[in-house]
């Protein structure tokens, strides 16, 4: 029999436009649920559940290829040294030679630090201009997770004199570094973490994901007495919201994205974004990964309820213009403003990671979890979704380097040289001695799937592009799609 309570909860009545206000302050977007599931309290990073080398296997923590990446660094950053101290004579320039500030941005395990400086020391046995190299450079690491953190600290200890860790957020450096400024901020498998929103957009609508998370009745049981929740109250919550989530149905603006399995039961408690985050907080202490806990759905708002995204496509029209899903990035353009406020004059910014620009990627292969890794690790493990075991996988995207490009000039930074990743390393470097030269095709093999991008704050013309092999430009996207109009016409 249904109560007075869940009576009153039913008499509530919505159109779109209410059924929308109210679910904002339910739901998080599909961005922030996302981005949580890594990096917020109970986070896969924060927790310290991922497992670098081990289970999670990213470029630099792959022993087979992490010597060949922080050969590939130690040859740019040593270049880029190189080129700032002959050309020195600002007092910037002058500072540089007696200290040499290098950044990087999400370190993992700290796999590419302890390997960049193993390397330099290794050439500075061998090359005199590599010992005063080592004898300046500093290198610092601004890491988000108080765990990896730890590792960092653990792992880099023998060059505790020059590694500098500090936890916080690399799309907000001023903080961390209110005077010191670094001639190269680099950053490998971080920019595919960044906050990304999901938008589906239908002739002249564009409408915004929202995370609605529910909990299996039965298998949630445990896990709701844990997390001291009230099993009455949250059935009386999924009362009133089934009756807000009826409105989105009729206007086809909810689906699901991984629906419990057909054959197995699953009677959904609906969440909000704080009930699910107090529950995933006992599921990540105590899950049984064989347990299907919770299914996501998704529920869409206009974009307007989301203010940082209309304006993403004011300053960005050309990423509205195809149908369907797209994943517009919000977090590279606080990423570069970011960056820029640390960067020596004539600093470089390194990013290496998987994606393309925005003509090749099409959108297409842009997704939250899987194909992303896959694509990069070859990781073909079944159920690497991002909604079957929240808080125990990774949840990536793509890069779109024509947006890194494009926000970076926002910012004033120009592009130097954007590539595949292998041409980081020139065959004819000094450094190529040291390598074994048998591994150097595996290595060209896996990392030809990453790209490089240089970016700098000097006047571009001006900057020599010889540290690399080859160089392929990023245009922006208003000059692909002038480009596109022009083929169609032709
Ligand atoms: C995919 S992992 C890559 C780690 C390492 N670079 C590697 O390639 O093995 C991303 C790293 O960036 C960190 N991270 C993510 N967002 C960050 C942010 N906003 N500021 C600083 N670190 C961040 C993560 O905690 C993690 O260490």
């Not at 049984?288 to 309820?305: C, E, L, W, Y």
Request: net charge negative.
């Amino acid at each position: 029999m249904i109560s007075a309570r869940e009576h009153e909860a039913k008499e509530v009545t919505y159109t779109l436009k209410t059924a929308s206000e109210a679910a904002v302050k339910i739901w998080p977007t599909n961005g922030d649920f996302y981005f949580d599931l890594q990096l917020g309290p109970t986070g896969f990073y924060t927790t310290g559940k991922v497992k670098f080398g081990d289970t999670f296997l990213t470029l630099a923590s792959i022993p087979a290829y992490s010597e060949y990446l922080a050969a590939s660094f130690a040859h740019q950053l040593f270049s880029v040294w190189k080129e700032h101290s002959e050309k020195s004579s600002s007092e910037e320039k002058a500072a540089e030679r007696s200290q040499f500030n290098v950044l990087e941005c999400g370190a993992g395990n700290g796999d590419l630090c302890v390997n960049i400086l193993a390397v330099i020391s290794r050439m500075s046995a061998s090359f005199p201009q590599w010992a005063d190299f080592f004898s300046v450079i500093q290198y610092h690491i601004v890491e988000i997770s108080p765990a990896l953190v730890d590792r960092q600290r653990e792992k880099t200890e023998r060059f505790n004199e020059k590694v500098h860790i500090h936890q916080g957020d690399a799309t907000n450096l001023a903080a961390i570094f209110p005077e010191e400024k670094m001639s190269a901020v680099f950053s490998v498998e971080l920019v595919d973490m960044f906050r990304v929103e999901e938008v589906e957009v239908n002739g002249g609508s564009k409408v915004l994901g929202l995370a609605v998370p529910m909990i299996d009745l039965i298998a949630g049981e445990p896990y709701i007495k844990e997390a001291g929740l009230d099993l009455k109250e949250l059935i009386r919550k999924t009362i009133e919201y089934q009756n807000m989530l009826d409105v989105f149905n009729q206007n086809k603006a909810i689906y699901f994205k991984t629906p419990p399995d057909e054959e197995q039961s699953f009677t959904p408690i609906y969440l909000s974004g704080e009930d699910f985050f107090k529950l995933h907080k006992v599921y990540v202490r105590e899950n049984d990964p064989n347990q299907k806990v919770f299914a996501i759905g998704h529920a869409q708002v206009d974009i307007s309820f989301c203010p940082p995204l209309a304006d993403f496509f004011k300053r960005h029209p050309h990423y509205g213009k195809s149908e369907g899903l797209i994943y517009p990035c919000l977090g590279i353009l606080p990423f570069m403003q970011s960056v820029k406020s640390v960067l020596t004059a004539g600093g470089h910014v390194i990013t290496v990671d998987y994606g393309e620009t925005f003509t090749e990627m099409g959108w297409g292969y842009t997704t939250f979890g899987s194909t992303a890794a896959k694509a990069a690790h070859g990781n073909t493990k079944p159920g690497n979704n991002p909604d079957a075991d929240p808080g125990f996988i990774d949840i990536t995207t793509h890069v779109d380097y024509s947006l890194v490009a494009d926000s970076g000039r926002e910012v004033g930074l120009s592009v130097l040289h954007y590539g595949e990743l292998p041409q980081m390393l020139p065959p004819n470097a000094d450094i190529n001695k040291m390598l074994t030269p048998s591994d150097r095709n595996s290595y060209v093999d896996r990392a030809r799937n990453f790209k490089v991008l240089v970016q700098t704050n000097a006047i571009a013309a001006d900057s020599p592009t010889r540290f690399f092999g080859g160089s392929k430009k990023v245009y922006s996207a208003e000059v692909i799609e002038e480009k596109k109009q022009k083929n169609m016409r032709k």
